[in-house]
C-alpha cells in the first residue's frame, strides 16, 4: 500500500464553489430528450406532463443546479416558436446534425421550463445565433422574461403560461467557431454584441449572457473575445465558455466498456489536461479583466468514446464505467480548485448520450458511476474551496496522471474532502493534516469497482455508494484508498 501526506488548511480559501460548476447539459440529439428525459403525456412510463418522474427524482438527489438545452449544435439550427403552442401543429423538423431524425418539436420551451422547475434546477438556454435572427432571439427572451403586456409575454399567456420564467443563463450561439457558423473570433465577437445588446433585461430579472468560448487550447479565441468584449471594466458578457472533451485519440475513440490499461491511463492524462486548459485561459482572462466580473464556463465536458455496437452512429450513446466515475472525481476536484474564476460547467450529456448520468431502455432507468460521483460531490456545491495539498506520484512516465485526485472546501462548519486514487493497480493510504478545523466527527462513502464495471438493465447496481470508514487521530485524518476507488469524506 502506497503512502500520501496530505495538507488541508482551512483558513485559507481558494474560490467559492458556485452550485453550478455541478451542471448538466441536455441536447436534442439521440435518445437525451425524446425516448430518455420526455416519455410524453400519453407513455405508461409515470411522468409528470410527460417528463419521466424517476429522472426528477434522480436529478433531484444530486441536487442538479443548472441544465443547458436545446444544444449544442442542435441550439444553432433551433427555431423556438417552433416548440410552442399546440403539439398536433407543431413544425417538423430535421435534425441534421444528429442522425437525420425528425424533430416533431413536441419538447420545447415550456416542456424545459417545467422539467427545471420540478427539478429545481436553473435553465441555461442557448440561443440560436447561427442560422437564427437577432429579433428571434430577443423574442425568445420577450416570451420567458416579460411580465407586462407585449406581443411575446401575450403570447406565452395564450400558451397557458401567465407568469415569466426569469431565465437567467443565455448562452450566444455555440461553438460558433465550428457547427455554429464557423466564425473566426473577431467576427463573432461583433455578432455576440449585436445579439446580446437585443436580448434585455425585463424587471428585476438581469440575464447572465454567455458568450461562446474556445474549442479546448484555443487560446487565441479568448485572447480576442477579451479584447473586444470589454472596454474600460464594463464587460457586455457575464461568461466566457469554453468546450472539453476527453479522448484516449481523437481518430481511435475506443470504446467505453472494452477498453486496456493503456487506453486508460492515457485517457487519464487527457482528463489532467483540464487543469492546463482552465489555468491558461483564466490567466488571460486575468490579464483583461482582473477583477474577476467575467467568469470562464466549461459548458460542455465529458468523455467521448465510439458508440455501442448496434447503435445509431449520430445518436452517440455510450455505456459507463468506473472509468467514467475516475475522469468525474478528477475533473470535478479540477473545477473545485478553479472555482474563483470558474463559475459553471456542464456534463455532456444528461442521459443517454456520452458521459450520461443515467441510461433509459423503456421503463428501465439505471444511475451510472460517474452519477454517483456526482452524489459524492454534491456537498461542495456552494461552499469554498480550502487549500488541500497531497505529496503525489505520477502513474506513467511522461504522462500527466497523478495517482491521487483531491479538493476540499468548507461550508457552514462541516469540511468536505473527495478523493479519487485513478491506479488501477496500487491501494493508498492518505495521512492528512487538518489545519483550521475543529475536527470532532468524521464519516466517508466510497464508489469502488474494478475499472470496466458498469451498471446494466439487468444489474442496475454493480456500480453503487457504500459507506466507508475513515479514522481521526487529533488533528489528523486517515483515510484507505483502494486502486480505482472515489471517496468522500466529511469532518464536523
Ligand atoms: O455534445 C455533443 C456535441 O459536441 C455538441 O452538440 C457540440 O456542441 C459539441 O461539439
Redesign the pocket.
Known amino acids: 500500500m502506497k503512502q500520501f501526506k496530505m495538507l488541508v488548511n482551512t483558513n485559507d480559501k481558494i474560490g467559492h464553489i458556485n452550485r453550478e460548476l455541478y451542471g448538466h447539459?441536455s441536447?436534442h440529439?439521440g435518445r437525451c430528450i425524446y425516448n430518455g428525459i420526455y416519455v410524453g403525456e400519453n407513455s405508461e412510463i409515470p411522468n409528470i406532463h410527460g417528463i419521466r418522474k424517476d429522472m426528477i427524482e434522480a436529478f433531484k438527489n444530486i441536487k442538479m443546479p443548472v441544465l443547458r438545452w436545446p444544444?449544442?449544435?442542435?441550439?444553432d439550427e433551433y427555431h423556438w416558436k417552433d416548440g410552442i403552442g399546440d403539439k398536433a401543429t407543431r413544425k417538423k423538423m430535421i435534425n441534421t446534425?444528429?442522425g437525420g431524425v425528425v424533430e416533431d418539436n413536441s419538447f420545447g420551451t415550456h416542456e424545459f421550463m417545467e422539467l427545471c422547475e420540478l427539478v429545481g434546477c436553473e435553465p441555461y438556454i442557448s440561443g440560436n445565433v447561427g442560422s437564427g435572427t437577432v429579433r428571434e432571439l430577443s423574442e425568445w427572451i420577450e416570451y420567458m422574461n416579460f411580465d407586462g403586456m407585449s406581443p411575446m409575454a401575450d403570447l406565452r399567456r395564450t400558451n397557458g403560461r401567465e407568469k415569466p420564467w426569469k431565465l437567467k443563463y443565455l448562452g450566444i450561439g455555440?461553438?460558433n467557431w465550428?457547427?455554429?457558423g464557423n466564425m473566426t473570433p473577431e467576427y463573432y465577437a461583433d455578432v455576440y454584441k449585436q445579439f446580446a445588446t437585443f436580448c434585455k433585461d425585463y424587471g428585476d430579472n438581469k440575464l447572465t449572457k454567455i458568450a461562446c468560448g474556445a474549442n479546448c487550447n484555443d487560446y487565441n479565441w479568448t485572447e480576442v473575445m477579451m479584447k473586444k468584449l470589454g472596454q474600460n471594466g464594463f464587460w457586455q458578457a457575464k461568461g466566457l465558455g469554453v468546450?472539453y472533451?476527453s479522448v484516449p485519440e481523437w481518430n481511435s475513440k475506443g470504446f467505453a466498456t472494452k477498453f486496456n490499461e493503456d487506453e486508460y491511463y492515457r485517457l487519464i492524462s487527457t482528463v489532467n489536461y483540464t487543469e492546463t486548459l482552465l489555468t491558461r485561459h483564466t490567466e488571460i482572462m486575468n490579464r483583461y479583466d482582473p477583477e474577476g466580473k467575467v467568469a470562464l464556463v466549461l459548458d460542455?465536458w465529458?468523455t467521448?468514446f465510439e458508440v455501442e455496437e448496434g447503435t445509431n452512429p449520430g445518436f452517440?450513446y455510450q455505456q459507463n464505467t468506473m472509468r467514467d466515475a475516475i475522469v468525474a472525481a478528477i475533473s470535478l476536484n479540477i473545477f473545485n480548485r478553479h472555482s474563483k474564476r470558474l463559475k459553471m460547467a456542464n456534463l455532456?450529456?444528461v442521459c443517454n448520450?456520452?458521459q450520461a448520468i443515467v441510461l433509459t431502455e423503456g421503463e428501465k432507468m439505471i444511475k451510472t458511476p460517474t452519477y454517483h460521483v456526482f452524489d459524492l460531490f454534491k456537498e461542495h456545491q456552494e461552499g469554498e474551496c480550502v487549500y488541500c495539498y497531497t505529496e503525489n506520484e505520477n502513474m506513467r512516465e511522461g504522462k500527466d496522471a497523478p495517482m491521487i485526485s483531491s479538493s476540499a472546501s468548507v461550508k457552514d462548519d462541516v469540511l468536505t474532502i473527495t478523493l479519487a486514487n485513478c491506479s488501477l493497480e496500487e491501494d493508498a493510504e492518505i495521512s492528512c493534516d487538518l489545519y483550521g478545523v475543529e475536527a470532532k466527527n468524521v464519516s466517508a462513502r466510497i464508489l469502488t469497482e474494478e475499472v470496466h464495471a458498469h451498471n446494466t438493465f439487468e444489474q442496475p447496481e454493480n456500480v453503487f455508494i457504500k459507506d466507508y470508514t475513515a479514522s481521526l487521530e487529533g488533528q489528523k485524518l486517515r483515510v484507505k484508498l483502494p486502486a480505482c476507488s472515489v471517496v468522500e469524506v466529511t469532518i464536523r
Do not use: K
Open positions: 447539459f441536447e440529439l444544444g449544442g449544435c442542435f441550439a446534425n444528429w455555440n461553438e465550428g457547427c455554429g468546450h472533451y460542455e465529458g467521448w452517440l455532456a450529456q448520450v456520452l
